[in-house]
């Protein structure tokens, strides 16, 4: 069977690692804005301690592709467990304590989920969709973002560029 080079070139490009998004805020530091978090009390990012790297992973609690993303960032928690993971919504509180319980998060105390109530975020990352993954420095400084399901290993290898 004979296949086309373009053919050929996308599933050897498939081989060697996905794409960052380009959002013109890479080296930037994360902005100030307000997330309303699960206890019903609001997180500012100004209060988010550095020291740390973080990433943002912005979701939707009916999403199957999320789902995906969660689960096996969870199964190679190992490798995050020393990142900051701040999963945000934009759906109705309800919705997304739900999420939390029926994922057991709970287990995870470098997991907060909250709802961005402005859509600062996304705007400011210019999301195109879901799932979305904006990875940020020790010092919140953004390093690199990613759409759609990224593997926990381009994650962890993205947080370490400067840590």
């Not at 019903?40 to 592709?65: M, R």
């Not at 995050?80 to 998060?105: C, D, F, G, V, W």
């Amino acid at each position: 069977m004979r296949y086309s080079p373009l053919i050929l070139l996308l599933i050897f490009s498939a081989c060697f690692g996905k794409k960052p998004e380009t959002t013109g805020n890479e080296g930037k530091t994360l902005p100030e804005f307000s997330l309303l978090m699960l206890d019903s009390t609001y997180l500012n990012t100004k209060n988010i301690k550095t020291g740390k790297p973080s990433v943002f992973f912005i979701f939707s609690a009916y999403c199957p592709h999320c789902k995906s993303q969660l689960l096996s960032m969870l199964d190679n928690m190992d490798k995050l467990n020393e990142t900051q993971i701040y999963m945000i919504a934009q759906e109705p509180l309800s919705a997304i304590r739900e999420y939390y319980k029926n994922a057991n998060l709970v287990k995870f105390p470098n997991i907060k989920m909250g709802i961005d109530t402005s859509g600062f975020l996304g705007e400011y990352m210019h999301v195109k969709g879901i799932p979305y993954l904006a990875l940020f420095d020790k010092e919140k400084k953004l390093l690199k973002a990613y759409l759609g399901p990224t593997k926990t290993s381009i994650i962890k290898d993205g947080l370490s560029l400067n840590n």
